[in-house]
């Protein structure tokens, strides 16, 4: 029996999982998205990363996965980010490495923190 704490709304349904022959039953949701989630937490865990790039222009960007990743590769993702310094005038939204990883998911601004740069710094 496992526990896992439904992080998919702020009920925070504590949710028991057992695993029987191969079937997994789970109890203490108490909504179906919250068997969803218990499922993909017990056979392949994600998450959206959120993070910050360097850029040319003294700030830092935040930026975010533009949708869950396995938490198996969130490691190699935040590596990925450390060695990205961006040096256009990125709005929120835009594609900041597209299919990181080759994991189908690209890593997108999540500000608009340089739209008042130009591309002189
Ligand atoms: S099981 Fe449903 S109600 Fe409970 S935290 Fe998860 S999503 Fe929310």
Known sequence: MKQILCIVCPNGCRI???KKDSAWL???NTCAR???FALSE???PTRTLTSTVRTSFNKTLPVRTAAPIPKANIMDVMKLLANVVITQPLLIGDTVIPNA???GVDIIASSNILAE????G
Do not use: P, R, V, Y
Request: proline share 0%.
């Open 34 to 36: 919250g068997t969803d």
């Open 16 to 18: 028991q999982a057992e």
């Open 101 to 103: 990883l080759g994991l």
């Open 42 to 44: 017990m056979t392949c």
């Open 117 to 120: 740069e130009d591309e002189n």
């Open 26 to 28: 789970f109890s203490g």
